[in-house]
């Protein structure tokens, strides 16, 4: 029998899920990964009343979500691709990072890139939310690096096609 039909990962579940400490002091659930295979959590404005972007404009839409992410972890804060597709609408310092240290309230950079004013509803997806484990460096500095095949070429270098 072959281990690829009883994987966990094909049938959509979480291997290995972390905990992650969440105060809401919303109004909304907790975000929740909109499919089995989802990277990001859906966030929602926390909002009293809607919140027009005008083009060009951008705003910090709170959330009422506070994490405690585990040592050694990140949050970034990603576009959703539908509002930018659809309305321009993209977070303004994609991926925005919120540290495992932390203790703030959640927060969406939205601006609005398109030509129409953008309403933000209460309760409206605006963002997504990815945790991700990151590796901190410890620089050794040299006089010269070792050799690649890319040597130095930069932005272009590999080609358009």
């Known amino acids: 029998m072959s281990n690829a039909t009883s994987s966990p990962a094909i049938r959509g579940e979480v291997r290995h899920a972390v905990a992650v400490r969440i105060v809401n002091k919303g109004r909304h659930p907790l975000p929740e990964y909109a499919t089995p295979h989802s990277a990001g959590l859906d966030l929602r404005a926390n909002i009293d009343t809607p919140i027009t972007l005008a083009p060009g404009e951008y705003r910090l839409i709170p959330t009422g979500l506070h994490l405690e992410l585990p040592e050694g972890t990140e949050a970034q804060v990603r576009p959703r691709s539908g509002l930018a597709f659809k309305h321009g609408i993209t977070v303004l310092n994609a991926p925005g990072t919120i540290d495992a240290d932390y203790r ?5 950079l939205l601006v609005n890139h398109g030509r129409q004013p953008f309403v933000v ?18 620089f050794a500095e040299n006089a010269d690096l070792r050799a690649s095949e890319r040597g130095a070429g930069g932005f272009g270098h590999t080609g358009t096609h």
């Open 104 to 108: 703030g309230e959640v927060g969406v």
């Open 121 to 138: 509803n209460d309760g409206e997806r605006v963002a997504q939310l990815v945790i991700s484990q990151y590796v901190r460096v410890r």
